[in-house]
């Protein structure tokens, strides 16, 4: 995804994320924050809003909220505060939802992203906690639409940056890699299709080298990374043609139409809601010790930055192939026990991004916040990358012997030498298929001789076909070559 | 005292306990009481006969194994209808939750089940506690024993009228800014605001949330006292329960007030006040300093100030509250095609007057552009009234003003000007906002026989204190012997 051209305009774009966390419990009840479940059975009084309930902290929310902070460079306060946002609408149980607002958990952080070959820091304004809401369903029961409250009392963290980013690669880039951090510290499992990771975008486009800021919009309702990518790309867009028309944009809410592919008006300024925001009186205001924080702190993983920058160092890896193995933690753990099983880096790390990752998005593994059953153990693969190297076996065979790995606890050298599945290297022994394929392909030899060097790969595909794949490919153009030049 | 219905709750508790009386006669009485008197007063807006007469079936059996069901034991109390009670009808006296039953018990009508208490119903009110009056209630208006033709005080006019008249020998309501200590000084029974958090919020109908609290209305103090001991207390589900200790109040009850400094706040004997309540008042005040306390003129700058804050933070806090009587989950609904219609008609006519002026003004209050001018001033000026009673209780033990400025007025007499209803509140408004705890209890009589209160305030936590100069005073006086005329 590219950002259109702007005719000495500037994208300015800025993203809230709603990332849901994966506690057990809801924020302010004991309920199962489990995602799906039989409408309304993750519910109880407080949840559904019933009269006379009470709020009461998740503590493990705070310290999610704090791992967040923490990994982002944040402040975390020392006493900050909910907050009641006030609407109407039918899946808000109280018509108010707790969340923070003039004092949130934290504020000023900053992450890099790793685009088109440059590393960029993008501001964070703010994190804070807040509770979602429930579920409308429409047209499932005639006129009438239900709500399913399970989803009422989820914990969120909303995270929301500085308008530092100015382009769709760079969009793109916050979000993954903002999506990683929070994988990395196993608090949101990051699935953008089922909701656990929603983003809003703030849009504006100004004059290059304006340091003021244009009229922004902002963009709801994208639900995968494309859409925030496309959404963003077409607003651009939308926004530079208005003012090349000599329009006046105006400050709203856009949706964005997946269908259609392009944004559409939601409300203006004039209608943006007026939430009422004030402090929330059922709950004291919350303190964070210092203590509280350096034990979230000894508990962080090594962060995506950190590790792709070691990668990259140790293992001598370009920062593309260290930024791609080290973009999901459990991928990059994967990498490191192949490697300290004796793969070399550079091999493994190839074997881990062509035919590990393939593997993975194919039958969609990547939906897990932790991938548990691999297509083959780190040991495996890593004893293949050694097989390959020390020549044992030819790169096809290591490949399908993939499948075969699977599921079992198998060696995969035990299991080359168990199935006489070893590279064929010895002249000799090649010598006779070789005289056998060019008996029978005589056009083709012809062919050669006369100066169609092209032929010779077929020739080869011929030679390894007759010895069921085993062969070493190289052994057997030396051979061919040999055998022709008679 | 020779009915049933006129024991004190320690009396009627002891003799069950004792197998003098049975829980089921008790009970019986208190039911055949309400059957003969309610029709008159109102006091009642569900009777709880069935379930009644079970639980005290169920404590006899208990005595006769030989267990003691606690302090209550098989004493019938009444509970106001803003308080939730499990299967039993909970209509917060307003037509939008006329059949809600709720799921659950409030903490404290669980805490008082728990010591042996027998429910007999659920006490009339103005509609969410917001009023003076009970007369904003959408089942009709209490009236007073002592004159039928007048008004209870409000808004937990049923429960100072049910104890009054004998109905049951103690009830709960609740006082967000003298709605337990105005109906009690209005009926000539002993009624406790607590401090903020001493007592469990939970399963009370939420009216304004930094300022409600559950307090006991009996016939004498210690009576108070024992109630107050079973239901105060930390409670896990309200986080603004304060973790501390509950000590024995009806212990400290030792009947001397000797040594004790008692501050009387000059702002709180005003131009307009009833000449009878202030001679009543200032007769109590020369009691007590014969009893051996030292009385201190002391002073509460900003008193005048206090109804406006009050009307502030209640109002933008009850708008907040009462969002979630949408129609949408349970209560009234009044069902329209479109969303917006259905809210609308919904709370047209599920809500009376007086609760539609408060939503009104708190909506206001907390609009974008007012924020500042309105909520945050009151709350500025919130900590400034604080500060008051915190400089006046820094020398004194405790201070003693009168309850309200008149006694009880007709039926009528103010429901067309609520600026008017709003100043019966005016000494006792301001302890909510300091979050305080405080006393009414009897001090005598105007010349048409209408009962006048006196107000103890004391320090936070320091309920006990203000119970011993109550209790007392009590002692040296006869007015809480009177019983009205029914």
């Known amino acids: 995804m590219t950002t259109p051209a702007l005719d000495g305009l500037e994208a300015v774009i800025g993203l809230e994320v709603h990332a849901e966390l994966l506690t057990r419990s809801k924020i302010f009840c004991g309920c199962s924050a489990e995602f799906g479940g039989a409408p309304n059975t993750n519910v109880c009084p407080v949840c559904l809003g019933m009269p006379g309930v009470l709020p009461v902290l998740n503590r493990r929310v705070v310290e999610f909220a704090i791992r967040a902070g923490l990994a982002t460079q944040c402040a975390i306060a020392p006493r900050s505060r909910f907050a009641r946002k006030n609407y109407f609408y039918p899946d808000l149980s109280k018509g108010y939802q707790i969340s923070m607002y003039e004092l949130p958990i934290c504020t000023g952080g900053h992450l890099e992203i790793f685009t088109e070959g440059e590393t960029r820091r993008i501001g964070l304004t703010r994190i804070h906690m807040e509770e979602d809401t429930g579920k409308n369903i429409h047209d499932a029961h005639g006129d009438a639409s239900l709500v399913d409250f399970n989803r009422s009392g989820v914990p969120l963290l909303e995270i929301v940056s500085e308008p530092d980013m100015r382009s769709v690669p760079e969009a793109g880039a916050y979000l993954r890699t903002l999506r990683s951090i929070l994988q990395y510290l196993e608090i949101c499992d990051g699935n953008m299709e089922e909701g656990s990771f929603r983003c809003d975008a703030n849009v504006s486009v100004r004059p290059r080298g304006s340091t003021a800021f244009g009229t922004k919009v902002e963009i709801k309702n994208m639900n995968s990374f494309r859409a925030v990518e496309k959404a963003i790309t077409y607003e651009l867009g939308r926004q530079a043609e208005a003012l090349g028309r000599g329009e006046r944009l105006v400050q709203e809410t856009r949706l964005w139409d997946a269908d259609r592919e392009e944004t559409r008006s939601m409300r203006s300024k004039e209608h943006a809601h007026d939430y009422r925001y004030f402090p929330e009186p059922d709950l004291l205001p919350l303190v964070v010790d210092q203590p509280w924080v350096d034990a979230v702190r000894a508990t962080l993983p090594e962060l995506p930055t950190a590790r792709r920058e070691r990668f990259a160092r140790d293992h001598q890896l370009s920062t593309y192939d260290a930024d791609v193995l080290t973009q999901r933690k459990d991928v990059a753990d994967y990498f490191e026990a192949g490697v300290a099983a004796g793969a070399p880096a550079k091999e493994m790390a190839n074997w881990v991004m062509t035919e590990l990752l393939r593997i993975v998005r194919e039958e969609k593994l990547d939906r897990a916040l932790v991938i548990r059953e691999w297509p083959v153990t780190p040991l495996q693969l890593a004893g293949l990358v050694k097989l390959v190297e020390a020549g044992t076996v030819n790169r096809n065979t290591a490949k399908a012997l993939i499948p075969r790995l699977r599921g079992t606890a198998r060696d995969p050298g035990e299991l080359v030498a168990a199935e006489g599945l070893a590279q064929v290297s010895d002249r000799s022994a090649l010598e006779a298929a070789v005289a056998d394929v060019l008996a029978k392909n005589a056009s083709q030899v012809a062919e050669f001789r006369a100066g169609k060097e092209r032929v010779l790969g077929f020739l080869v595909g011929q030679v390894m076909k007759a010895t069921g794949g085993k062969a070493n490919p190289q052994v057997v153009q030396e051979v061919l070559r040999a055998a022709l030049a008679r | ?486």
Not at chain 2, 139 to 154: F, I, K, Q
């Open chain 2, 1 to 486: 005292m020779s009915a049933l219905h006129e024991l004190s709750l320690r009396d009627a508790a002891e003799r069950v306990r004792r197998r003098q009386v049975s829980a089921v006669d008790l009970t019986r009485a208190a039911l055949g009481r309400i059957a003969a008197v309610d029709p008159a007063i109102g006091a009642f807006v569900t009777a709880n006969e069935v379930e009644a007469m079970a639980t005290a079936e169920a404590i006899d059996r208990r005595i006769a194994a030989g267990q003691d069901p606690g302090p209550l034991a098989g004493v019938p109390v009444g509970v106001k209808d803003v308080i939730c009670t499990a299967g039993l009808r909970t209509t917060a006296a307003s037509r939008i939750l006329e059949r809600f039953v709720p799921a659950y018990d409030a903490t404290v009508v669980a805490r008082l089940r728990a010591a042996g208490a027998v429910i007999v119903g659920k006490l009339n009110c103005d509609e969410f506690a917001m009023g003076s009056s009970t007369e904003n209630s959408a089942v009709g208006s209490t009236r007073n024993p002592w004159d039928l033709a007048r008004v209870p005080g409000g808004s937990s006019g049923g429960s100072a009228v049910a104890v009054a008249a004998g109905e049951c020998h103690a009830s709960l309501g609740t006082d967000t800014g003298g709605s337990v200590r105005l109906p009690a000084a209005f009926c000539g029974v002993v009624g406790l605001k607590p401090t903020y958090g001493r007592v469990s919020r939970y399963g009370v109908i939420a009216y304004a949330s930094s300022l409600d609290q559950v307090g006991p209305v009996a016939r004498d103090v210690a009576d108070v006292a024992v109630v107050l001991e079973a239901i105060a207390g930390h409670d896990p589900a309200d986080s603004t329960a304060a973790p501390r200790t509950v000590p024995s109040y009806l212990g400290a009850l030792d009947g001397t007030v000797r040594g004790l400094r008692l501050g009387l706040p000059r702002e709180y004997f005003v131009e307009g006040m009833q000449p009878e309540v202030e001679a009543a008042v200032r007769a109590a005040v020369d009691e007590l300093e014969k009893l051996g306390a030292t009385i201190e003129p002391v002073s509460l700058p900003h008193t005048e100030y206090a109804i406006a804050t009050y009307y502030l933070v209640a109002t933008a806090e009850a708008s907040s509250n009462l969002a979630r009587y949408d129609g949408v989950r349970y209560g009234l609904r009044e069902a329209r095609p479109a969303l917006g219609e259905m809210y609308e008609t919904t709370r047209a006519a599920g809500f009376g007057p007086e609760v539609k002026r408060r939503i009104m003004l708190g909506t206001y209050a907390l609009s974008a552009g007012y924020y500042d001018a309105y909520y945050l001033k009151a709350q500025q000026i919130r900590t400034l009234i604080r500060l008051d009673f915190q400089k006046a209780l820094e020398t004194c033990d405790a201070l003693v003003t009168p309850v309200a400025p008149t006694t009880a007025f007709r039926l009528g007499e103010k429901t067309a000007d609520p600026l008017t209803m709003y100043l019966s509140d005016i000494f006792t408004i301001s302890v909510n906002l300091a979050g305080l705890p405080a006393l009414s209890v009897p001090c005598g009589f105007d010349r048409t026989g209408l009962p006048i209160g006196l107000q103890v305030i004391g320090r936070p936590f320091e309920e006990a204190t203000v119970l011993r100069v109550g209790h007392a005073y009590e002692q040296a006086t006869e007015w809480h012997r009177r019983r009205p005329p029914l």
